[in-house]
């Protein structure tokens, strides 16, 4: 077993089904985590769990919409009677261009049910297990939006930030129960999220576009998705035990080294 290693581990993964969230489901499963990935598009979160078991790990997809409470729990129910639930990363996500101006009230609904909401419904929903078995570990995606003022992200950047510190009430208040609770905010991941943001509103100016956004990192490139999965590895492995109520920006010096 390596230091990193997850084995005997089930991780919950919500928004496996592409992006960031596959990377993590991927990169849990080779450390040998047994993975179960909830994710809104069926056809998704099945491709993602044979590409884990074509490779011999073992995964299960679970059709959910994070937004409906009663869905997550039952959801999280019958991933419970498979195996007990050691691990939740809640990465399912939407995200918004706009200022507050250009933001309608169905929008900001959207980004909120799904990003706080979202994450609330499935950390309610996995706590009792948890504390049932006096252990457990909850990684939550955020982004530098939560942190950083980020122009025309008005309902993406109010969402993280609740993230955030959804972050830091849930890692204090379950100390005693040796429930750990961290988020990552990254900054720009090059994702399929972003090919089909510069397809629609550039379209040809595709390349140009990619390097200018590129370039907004002063690392001077996009991060990985496998990036993300290897810190989110970390904290959710044994080797991060002495960490709780943490987020760590995994952003290539966006937040310190800008401009």
């Known amino acids: 077993m390596s230091e990193f290693g997850l084995d005997g581990k089930t991780a919950v993964i919500t928004g496996a089904g592409s992006g960031i969230g596959r990377a993590i489901a991927l990169k849990f499963a080779q450390n040998h985590a047994v993975i179960r990935i909830l994710d809104v598009n069926q056809n998704e979160a099945e491709r993602v769990a044979k590409e884990i078991v074509s490779a011999g790990g073992s995964a299960t997809a679970h ?6 409470q009663a869905r997550v729990v039952s959801t999280f129910q019958e991933v ?3 195996s007990r639930i050691d691990i939740l990363v809640n990465n399912a996500g939407v995200s918004h261009i706009g200022t507050v101006e250009t933001t309608s009230e169905a929008d900001f609904d959207r980004v909120v049910s799904v990003n706080v909401k979202g994450y609330y419904n499935c950390i309610y929903a996995s706590i009792p297990e948890m504390k049932a078995h006096g252990a457990g570990v ?3 995606l955020a982004s530098i939006a939560g942190s950083a003022g ?4 008005f309902a993406y950047s109010t969402s993280k930030g609740a993230v955030i510190a959804m972050t830091y009430s849930v890692a204090r208040d379950y100390l005693a129960y040796n429930i750990r609770c961290n988020c990552i905010s ?4 090059h994702t399929p999220f972003v090919d089909g943001y ?3 509103n550039y379209p040809d ?8 956004l590129s370039a907004a990192q002063p690392i ?4 990985e998705p496998e990036e993300v999965a290897s810190l989110a590895l970390f904290l959710c492995s044994g080797a991060a035990a002495f960490i709780t109520g943490v987020d760590y920006p995994i952003d290539g010096g966006f937040m310190n080294l800008h401009g």
Not at 63 to 68: G, P
Not at 205 to 212: A, L, S
């Open 80 to 82: 419970a009677k498979q």
């Open 186 to 189: 990254p900054a720009r991941v």
């Open 205 to 212: 100016r595709e390349k140009e576009m990619f390097h200018k």
């Open 138 to 140: 909850i990684l939550n």
């Open 150 to 153: 980020l122009a025309d992200r």
């Open 220 to 223: 001077g490139r996009m991060g």
């Open 63 to 68: 059709q959910c919409d994070v937004t409906r």
């Open 198 to 200: 510069l397809r629609k």
